[in-house]
């Protein structure tokens, strides 16, 4: 087997050819000074299986036309077969006409995939369940919400943990519970006896009605914790986003699970309603880090205590920001490309 990558997340490219024992195959990719590019596959790569890494994650139209080119370059190479391994894909949120008119841009990126080479896909998250449907080769959709979910439980116990230490250590001496912060101790015999549960105080929460397949998932894998949905509408001319009603109840800690944050509106929007319906921390999970033009400085300065994504797309540098975490996807992937 041979693994090669586009330029849109090299690290992703080399750390899933690091979980499969092989090393990143060469390919040439020569960008004119017009900006169109030139791709040639130096490995040799006769009726030999290959893999391709590329999320078409913005500049999505750069990204695409370079992973339809590989393709070409590895089929008239000889290549047995070519799995394209798109974390991201995009253009699959216009997967059918919202107004009339408008073009079904998923359609069109399938077929030229498909015209390209490619034999199969390994893609993740994607918005909609209905989207393998689209191509006629296979599509092994993977999720990240098992790693959410462990990161879930990992906050909550340790948060749960904190709320008892405080709970217990108040309050014979009048102390001020605020300023008795988490430490050891909470392992010590002074630590409350009956700890509540571990999920009492939280609630998941989809930032929209199109995420709540997604989110009773995730709510079935953390053993039935509550969840609630936030009804958005979003202006589809201008694409803001409004919100202001919640179905379902909220707790004292909510933890926001979506497939994407690209503006940021959406999470900037739903957080700014949980706190108003008194949720006090807040907790955003969302796979792909599309991170349009000022989604960094608004999710820093949005209600929320951190953010988690992961590395499906490349963050750079210039778009991180203190409250961002990234889990990493590589050994998910890679588990799945060992089944082939
Ligand atoms: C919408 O249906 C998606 O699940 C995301 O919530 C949305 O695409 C996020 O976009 P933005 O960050 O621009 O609000």
């Known amino acids: 087997m041979n693994i090669f990558s586009g330029s849109a997340n090299k690290p992703l490219a080399y750390d899933i050819a690091k979980h499969l024992g092989i090393p990143l195959g060469k390919v040439e990719i020569h960008i004119f000074p017009d900006g169109e590019r030139r791709v040639r596959i130096i490995d040799k790569v006769l009726d030999k299986d290959c893999i391709v890494v590329q999320p078409t994650a913005p500049p999505a139209d750069t990204h695409f036309m370079e992973l339809f080119f590989i393709a070409d370059g590895l089929k008239r190479s000889g290549a047995k077969s070519i799995t394209a391994v798109v974390p991201y894909l995009g253009y699959q949120r216009q997967d059918h006409v919202f107004r009339e008119g408008e073009a079904v841009s998923l359609t069109v990126v399938v077929k030229m995939l498909e015209t390209a080479g490619v034999n199969s896909i390994i893609t993740l998250d994607l918005h909609s369940i209905k989207i393998p449907e689209f191509f006629k080769i296979p599509v092994v959709h993977i999720s990240a919400l098992p790693l959410f979910a462990e990161k879930i439980r990992e906050i909550d116990r340790a948060e749960v943990a904190n709320e008892n230490f405080l709970v217990h250590d108040a309050n014979p001496h009048g102390r001020d519970l605020k300023k008795t912060s988490f430490s050891a101790n909470a392992h010590s015999e002074n630590f409350v006896s009956s700890p ?98 000022l989604a960094p400085k608004f999710l820093q300065e949005s209600q929320a205590k951190k953010v988690y994504v992961t590395n499906t797309i490349f963050v750079p540098e210039e778009k991180l920001f203190p409250k961002l975490e990234i889990i990493s996807v590589s050994d998910i992937i890679a588990s799945e490309i060992h089944k082939y």
């Open 196 to 293: 509540r549960s571990p999920v009492g105080n939280s609630v998941l929460v989809s930032p929209d009605m199109g995420g709540i397949r997604r989110i009773k998932l995730i709510s079935e894998m953390l053993g039935n914790m509550p969840y609630a949905s936030i009804i958005k509408n979003r202006d589809l001319a201008t694409g803001k986003v409004e919100a202001d009603i919640i179905q379902g109840e909220v707790k004292k800690r909510a933890f926001i699970v979506d497939d994407m944050i690209s503006s940021g509106g959406t999470i900037a929007t739903a957080s700014r309603l949980l706190k108003k319906h008194g949720v006090e921390e807040i907790y955003v999970f969302a796979t792909h880090a599309v991170f349009s033009q």
